[in-house]
């Protein structure tokens, strides 16, 4: 298994372009999500699936936007790139929803984003 | 007030040394628990899940405290290895973490 893939690894976007970070993982996990992790704030969620056709937002989704069409793969678009959105993105998927309970999440390597 | 909140340090200890981190959280409806370890510009790996009271791996132990809401992950004997960012995680509706607490070992 490959586990949790990213791509790409780095990118460097002018203010207003817009891209999509991709996200794929082959374990068969129906909960995916994309967290932003910034020096001293820790991991911030910014969207979720529990399942395929199903998403939610997070703690923080502005300027992002995400779709779960199959279970493998969990993309997240970034609608007119902000000096703000600088910040390093991880991909993670669990086995099952959490409701209070939880598995572990797995995590991609990560996509380095610089935003000029 | 966070899901989850952690003492962000930086804790620098000897090689050899015993130390402890402690993690709150606020959902009293979590029942399980993680601590990840991070490395510098890596993703998070997972250490230790901590399920009922507590959960012991080698070197490490973690433990739950229901009724003060907290958990804590012990690390003895500590090697420079060890050095490194350690998250907390407390599922509850949606995957919260910690801020991180950040380990230096020196020797």
């Known amino acids: 298994n490959a586990g949790v893939t990213q791509t790409p690894k780095f990118q460097v976007l002018k203010t207003g372009q817009s891209m999509t970070l991709q996200c794929a993982q082959d374990?068969?996990?129906?909960?995916m999500s994309w967290y932003r992790q910034d020096p001293g704030m820790g991991l911030r969620l910014i969207h979720y699936s529990v399942g395929a056709g199903i998403t939610d937002q997070g703690e923080v989704p502005n300027g992002y936007n995400v779709s779960r069409s199959t279970t493998e793969d969990f993309p997240l678009r970034l609608l007119s790139a902000a000096p703000s959105q600088t910040s390093v993105y991880f991909c993670?998927?669990?086995?099952?929803?959490?409701?209070?309970?939880?598995?572990?999440?797995?995590f991609g390597p990560g996509t380095r984003l610089t935003v000029l | 007030r966070k899901e989850v909140e952690q003492d962000p340090g930086p804790f620098n200890v000897p090689e050899g040394a015993t130390v402890a981190f402690n993690c709150t959280y606020s959902n009293s409806a979590s029942q399980s628990f993680f601590w990840y370890r991070q490395d510098c510009r890596k993703e998070p790996k997972l250490l230790m899940s901590?399920?009922?009271s507590g959960n012991e791996d080698g070197r490490f132990t973690a433990q739950l405290n229901r009724a003060s809401q907290y958990i804590s992950l012990l690390i003895r004997d500590s090697k420079l290895s060890d050095s490194a960012t350690y998250l907390c995680?407390?599922?509850?509706?949606?995957?919260?973490f910690g801020t991180g607490t950040s380990l230096t070992v020196i020797p």
């Open positions: 993670a998927s669990s086995y099952a929803g959490l409701a209070g309970g939880g598995d572990e999440q797995f």
């Open positions: 901590v399920y009922s």
């Open positions: 995680a407390a599922p509850g509706g949606q995957f919260y």
């Open positions: 374990m068969n996990h129906e909960y």
